[in-house]
């Protein structure tokens, strides 16, 4: 038996009653690593920002700062979505598991004035703003122009987004970014 996609314009959207009243509780029996996991991406974990799983990548921390705080939301999130993309089912209302209780780590920080990057983090963000950082890749056939050009710009937006915010990026390899009195 061979499954065939049916095309999105052909299928209504299945929606689902759901109930904040009527909870119960289920057993997940799962490997340590998939616990792990999931218990990160719930925590948005430092060392799972600047791991290569994210690697940088800001789509994927601005997914990882979306997601549930609670492990339970992150499981939930990520069953919802799959019955969604799977079998174009949804229910009527959000869980209450995946309702967004507090801000992202990020605007907290922002809020509290807190550090938004390492060190390091300063120092490659201001590297990536010159062509020399570059050069290497494009040698190499790694990356053309036109991306080192986007990469570049892309880079002057960000440090350009933190200074906005009053977030000091010091030019200087050896001093850490802080926040304007």
Do not use: C
């Amino acid at each position: 038996m061979t499954a065939t996609a049916i095309p999105a314009e052909e299928t209504e959207t299945i929606k689902l009653p759901i109930s904040a009243d009527d909870k119960t509780t289920i057993l997940l029996n799962v490997e340590g690593a998939v616990k792990e996991l999931i218990n990160k991406l719930a925590s948005k974990k430092e060392e799972l920002l600047e791991s290569e799983f994210i690697d940088g990548d800001e789509e994927r921390t601005n997914t990882l700062n979306a997601l549930p705080n609670s492990m339970t939301g992150v499981v939930v999130h990520y069953l919802v979505k799959g019955l969604k993309d799977d079998f174009d089912v949804e229910f009527e209302e959000q869980p209450v598991s995946l309702k967004v209780r507090a801000s992202s780590n990020y605007d907290k920080k922002v809020a509290g004035k807190k550090r938004l990057l390492t060190k390091d983090q300063k120092n490659e963000l201001l590297a990536k703003m010159q062509m020399s950082y570059y050069e290497d890749d494009i040698a190499e056939g790694k990356m053309s122009m036109d991306d080192a050009m986007q990469s570049l710009k892309d880079a002057f937006e960000k440090k350009k987004e933190y200074e906005e915010m009053g977030y000091v990026l010091p030019i200087k390899k050896t001093e850490s970014p802080y926040w304007k009195e």
